[in-house]
C-alpha cells in the first residue's frame, strides 16, 4: 500500500470485470510505477475514507470499456501524465460495455457509476469514450461537479451538451485519410472499399465522417456499408465482400451478439477475420492491427489523454471554468502496419513504408508478439 497517496483501484460494481487473461481487477499495465495495490477489492464500490490534510483532489475515472485493454489504460496513463499531481486520490470505475452491451444493461452500469459519484464525491470527472458521457455527462450536466472527458466520437450537440457549463473534453477524430492512403500505398490496386460494423450508435458518426472523406475522393471510392447485430452475419458479410469491394475497412466489432446471445469478443472476431478473409483490411486503432488489421494511421490513446489531462489541470491547479477550456480533438496519428497480415496477404511491403511506420512482426495472439 501506499503510504503518500491514495491507490489508483479499478472498481467493477457489478461482479466480474470483462472478458480476457490476466484480469487483475487494477489499471496497471500502463501505470507501471503508479501506487496502487495488488488488486481491487472484489464487490460493490466503496468510497473512499475522508481525506487527510493536504491530500490532493479526488479524482473519479469512469471508462466506457475494461481494462487491462491498451485503448482505455493508454488515455488514463496520458490523463496522469499530463495533470501531474502525484497526490491526487483516484478510483476507477468500469463499464466494461462490451460485455455490457444492451441499453438496459449500459444504463445499469451508469447507474452504479453515478451513485459512486454521489458517495465519494470527487472533485473532478473524467470520462472516456462516449457510453461514459452519455450516461454520466449528459445527466450530470450543469452541476457544479467539473467534468472532463477524452476518446468521444460524438459531438457535444449529439450528446445534448452543447453549452453545458462543466463539461469540456477531447473529441476522438479518425485519421480517414491517411489511412486510405498507407492502404493504397500498401495494395496499390486498391479501388473500392467496404465499411463494416456493429450496429453500436456510436459508430453512426465515423460512418458518416468516412462517407464525406470518400465522397471526394478521385482514387477510392465507398463500397457497400454493412451493419450488423449478429456474429453470424457478420461472418456471411465478410465472406461475401469479395464480390463487392476489394478491400475492408472495419469499425465496431465489440457488439457482435454471438449464439449464446452475448457479445463475441472482439479478439476473437479478428482472429476469424485472418483465418477466412483474403481482401486487405484496415482500422484506425492500433489494437486492431495488432489483432489482424493490415493497416492505420492510428488515434493515440496516450494523447487522447494528456489532452484531457491538461484540461483537468487547468481546471484544478489553473481555475479554469470548464466552459471556458476549447473541446478539440487531437490531430497526431501513427502509421501502423502489420508485417504478419501483408505476409499473409502476399504483399511485399517497401522499405520505405517499414522505416516510415510502427511494424507489429506477429498477431497478438502468436507467441513473443
Known sequence: ?????????????????????????????????????????????????????????????????????????????????????????????????????????????GRLARALVAQWRPDLLYLSDDDAVAQLARPLAGSALPIVFSGVNRTLAEHGLEGAPNVTGVLEREHVGQTLQLLKALVPTVQRVAVVSDLAGYWDTVVERVRERLAGDPVVALGPVLRVERYADFQRAVLALPQQADAVLYLGVFNLIGADGVPVPYREVQRWVVEHSRLPDASFWHDRVAHGNLASVTVSEHEQGRAAGRLAQAILVGGRAPAGLPVLPTTLGRPTISLARARQLGLAVRSSLLLSAEVLRRFAWQEGA
Open 1 to 109: 500500500m501506499c503510504v503518500k497517496s491514495r491507490p489508483l483501484a479499478a472498481t467493477d460494481a457489478g461482479g466480474p470485470v470483462g472478458r480476457g487473461p490476466s484480469r487483475r481487477g487494477v489499471v496497471g499495465a500502463a501505470l507501471a510505477g503508479a501506487c496502487m495495490p495488488a488488486a481491487a477489492a472484489p464487490g460493490p464500490a466503496s468510497a473512499a475514507a475522508a481525506s487527510a490534510p493536504g491530500a490532493g483532489p479526488r479524482i473519479l475515472h469512469v471508462m466506457s470499456f475494461d481494462s487491462p485493454w491498451r485503448w482505455t489504460d493508454g488515455q488514463l496513463a496520458g490523463f496522469r501524465e499530463a495533470l501531474d499531481l502525484p497526490q491526487a486520490q483516484w478510483q476507477v470505475f468500469q463499464m466494461d460495455v462490451k460485455r455490457h452491451a444492451t441499453d438496459a444493461a449500459k444504463a445499469e452500469r
